[in-house]
């Protein structure tokens, strides 16, 4: 009789082992294919991105479109863009579900006010460099509306620099629902995507430039 009790007690210790298996597999195949479907969606983003450039010539609307386009490739909650201004952060952009957080946010923010200097907002726009916060709500650098912003769903937030010749003149912030959203891969798809919107300032700013030359070559024509 013990040695039926000790046989069936190892039968199910088997089977909770091979039960605890299955799922820890599971587990990794359905993270597996989440985080495939999120690196397709970001590189979808990055195509629209590419042939956006082209046809934009307006820093405001390149921006508004870039957050609709992070938000309808499906890996956004919120997407918002600030625009350094000397000390202040204008809010240029903005698209989403979780929108309605920004409400009670400044606008501008005063980056000289050292209640904004410690964000990931003004470090990302003082340092030229993409930050992360994987878990939002319990992040202590998190800013003061970090509870509006959990209540609004987001668990994850990266900033994206955006920069205009040398200098980081904005920052993409790109939200999301779950915690542990941004693995180093995705980031590096989603600097990409600052580097369009870089690439297409240096666009604007060139065609700016070439426009206005030709109007003082035409000037000076009809001047003399």
Not at 26 to 31: A, N, P, Q, V
Not at 51 to 75: K, N, P, Q, T, W
Request: hydrophobic fraction near 45%; glycine fraction near 6%; charge should be neutral.
């Amino acid at each position: 009789m013990n040695a039926l009790i000790l046989l069936m007690l190892a039968m199910a210790a088997c089977i909770a082992y091979l039960s605890w298996r299955l799922a820890q597999q599971s587990r990794r195949h359905h993270r597996a294919k989440r985080r495939a479907e999120r690196l397709a969606r970001v590189l979808l983003t990055l195509s629209r991105a590419n042939r956006m450039v082209l046809r934009i010539d307006d820093e405001r609307e390149l921006f508004s479109e870039a957050c609709r386009i992070c938000i309808d490739a499906g890996h956004a909650m919120l997407a918002t863009v600030y625009l350094k201004q000397d000390h202040l952060a204008h809010r240029v952009a903005s698209a989403g579900p979780a929108a309605e957080v920004l409400r009670r946010v400044p606008d501008p923010l005063d980056l000289s006010d050292p209640a904004f200097q410690g964000t990931y907002t003004a470090g990302v726009l003082r340092e030229g460099v993409s930050a992360v916060s994987n878990d939002y709500g319990l992040d202590a650098r998190a800013g003061r509306w970090r509870t509006e912003a959990v209540a609004e769903g987001i668990r994850s937030i990266a900033w994206i620099p955006v920069r205009r010749g040398d200098a980081t003149v904005a920052a993409l912030m790109i939200c999301a629902g779950e915690p542990d959203f941004f693995d180093a891969e995705l980031l590096a798809l989603l600097e990409e995507l600052g580097a369009d919107l870089s690439y297409a300032l240096d666009v604007i700013d060139g065609r700016r430039a070439r426009d206005q030359a030709v109007r003082e070559a035409e000037a000076i024509r009809r001047a003399s």
